[in-house]
């Protein structure tokens, strides 16, 4: 009897520990995904919508291994029998193995411990204390054994929306928290009245010319940029306050959007007194829902300039080009012919080697520059720069040397060699034009040609369409292929296998690694060359 009772202890301990590990993991892999959402509410909740049949999964095994452990309370032994515990206790086991990916180690970006998160995590434990200790109460008594199990299998149920319940909780808290920053980081601009604000934005680009307009601008002034893709609002105040100094003369702002009215909100604090549009394309069609919205979000910062502000825009575009009229302060851009009087590109050769191109200013002035950058599609990010900078009273033949020096954006097909063995890492946030571009990139080297790829994604209901047609660009650029999950990515191998590519040279595998294993693992004669064309976030 001794030895049972000590067993029956040993269980109920054992169950704790197991179920409360499994509720642990579950509280921090849903913080997680918040984090990469955004802390947006909706877009939180649409992602949960998107996964629900994995969290059906685990918030089942959740709630039958709180059960579980609330049976195992000491109260309640002589309900079950030594034999029905232990299988329950196999159970709980079962569900925390079930678990251990949730902790995910091996995750591309860990959830970062900030102030918020901090407070939204002692929010949800004060939340979750009540509604399971209230669970634990009721099954205490046998009459309302089954209340407290329904209690907390709606509790486990509703943990993926945890933090979006416990952030609105706590938004009057956040509201005040962000705006004190706001209003330091706006406090510190009005004390620089003469810096020049200029704001950069687009489907895709922007960061690429934000770094190359840096290195340009850098030849004649003291330059502060938003440092990697710090172009939300608070990222923007996040700079402000900690990178601006008194001796800078410019400020490279990048502005992200995922909805319309973003821009506006990043104009309203920092009044740029000129713009650059980079591209307008279907990005984040997920939640703009329509090009129209796109458009018009983009051009909230053309909106925002002072008259006597100058707008730079991508000629090429159409989306843009259909807008430009609007704004009699606009400066055309272009890396395949003349646009209304503005900067474009003549004479392009590009090889792996890099790129050469002629830019011709609206007065007729030319200069030929050379650069490292691989890709004919840089040139109209290039370009772009060197208007910008042009116009900052730095002349084109001054600009030849820091054209020079320019280095690949990380991410953005930037090259690394690794033995026989080079890397062309394009991983940053594919889109359809990027992705293009990236593989017509690929198909000027002379080797074994190797594209890795999980697809495109937040293309909304047309993100089958625009992978099909990633698939039939790839065929005519590619040696082999390694798909990164079958779901996915099955429009791409549709579109492989349109255009004739040999199914044989086609991988698809769970994971990069299985991915990469497979393109080093090629036997071919000849230098491999691995283009990492996007690189889905956690959340996906």
């Not at 001794?2 to 040993?10: A, F, N, P, Q, T």
């Amino acid at each position: 009897m001794y030895l049972l009772e000590k067993l029956e202890i040993i269980t109920l301990v054992c169950g704790l520990l197991a179920g409360t590990g499994a509720v642990v993991a579950l509280i921090k892999f849903n913080l997680h995904m918040f984090q990469l959402n955004g802390y947006k509410n909706g877009e939180h909740l649409h992602w949960i919508k998107k996964n629900a049949r994995q969290f059906r999964i685990l918030t089942l095994d959740g709630a039958l291994a709180l059960a579980a452990v609330l049976l195992l309370w000491p109260l309640h032994l002589e309900i079950l029998s030594m034999a029905a515990k232990l299988v329950l206790l196999f159970y709980l086991v079962l569900t925390v193995w079930n678990y251990r990916y949730l902790n995910r180690s091996h995750t591309k970006k860990k959830l970062v411990y900030t102030s918020r998160v901090k407070r939204l995590l002692a929010t949800e434990l004060v939340v979750l204390t009540i509604l399971i200790g209230l669970a634990a109460v009721l099954t205490w008594f046998s009459s309302a054994l089954l209340t407290g199990w329904l209690l907390i299998g709606v509790v486990l149920a509703l943990m993926p929306c945890l933090p979006v319940v416990c952030n609105f909780l706590n938004s009057p808290m956040e509201k005040a928290v962000n705006q004190h920053f706001v209003n330091d980081a706006l406090s510190r601009l009005r004390q620089m009245p003469d810096m020049k604000i200029i704001g950069i934005t687009g489907s895709y680009g922007k960061t690429s010319v934000k770094f190359y307009l840096k290195t340009l601008l850098e030849a004649r002034y003291s330059v502060l940029m938003t440092p990697e893709s710090f172009n939300t609002p608070m990222g923007v105040v996040r700079t402000i306050r900690e990178h601006l100094r008194p001796d800078h003369e410019i400020f490279l702002c990048e502005m992200g959007a995922r909805h319309v009215g973003d821009i506006k909100e990043i104009c309203d604090m920092v009044h740029p007194d000129w713009g650059v549009i980079t591209s307008i394309g279907p990005q984040h069609l997920e939640t703009f829902f329509t090009m129209e919205n796109i458009v018009h979000t983009k051009f909230e910062l053309a909106d925002a300039l002072p008259d006597h502000g100058t707008l730079f825009l991508n000629g090429d575009c159409s989306y843009i080009t259909d807008y430009c009229d609007r704004y009699p302060n606009r400066v055309l851009y272009s890396a395949e012919e003349q646009r209304q009087g503005g900067y474009y590109a003549k004479d392009i050769r590009v090889s792996e080697l890099g790129t050469d191109f002629t830019v011709v200013s609206p007065e007729g002035e030319e200069a030929r520059y050379q650069t490292r950058l691989i890709g004919g599609h840089n040139v109209i990010n290039l370009v772009g720069a060197i208007a910008v900078a042009h116009r900052m009273g730095i002349p084109l033949e001054e600009l030849k040397v820091p054209v020079r020096r320019l280095q690949p954006v990380p991410h953005r097909l930037q090259m690394r060699q690794q033995g026989n063995v080079t890397i062309i890492d394009d991983a940053y946030n594919s889109n359809p034009v990027g992705s293009k571009a990236a593989v017509e990139t690929l198909a000027m080297f002379e080797g074994v040609r190797i594209l890795v790829t999980p697809g495109m994604v937040e293309l909304g209901d047309s993100e089958e369409e625009y992978n099909y047609k990633f698939g039939t660009y790839a065929a005519g650029c590619c040696d082999y292929v390694a798909l990164v999950g079958e779901r996915h990515t099955r429009p791409i191998r549709e579109g492989l296998l349109a255009e004739g590519f040999d199914e044989t040279r086609i991988f698809t595998g769970e994971k990069l690694e299985d991915a990469l294993q497979f393109a080093y693992g090629i036997r071919e004669q000849g230098h491999k060359y691995i283009l990492l064309e996007n690189d889905l976030p956690d959340n996906y």
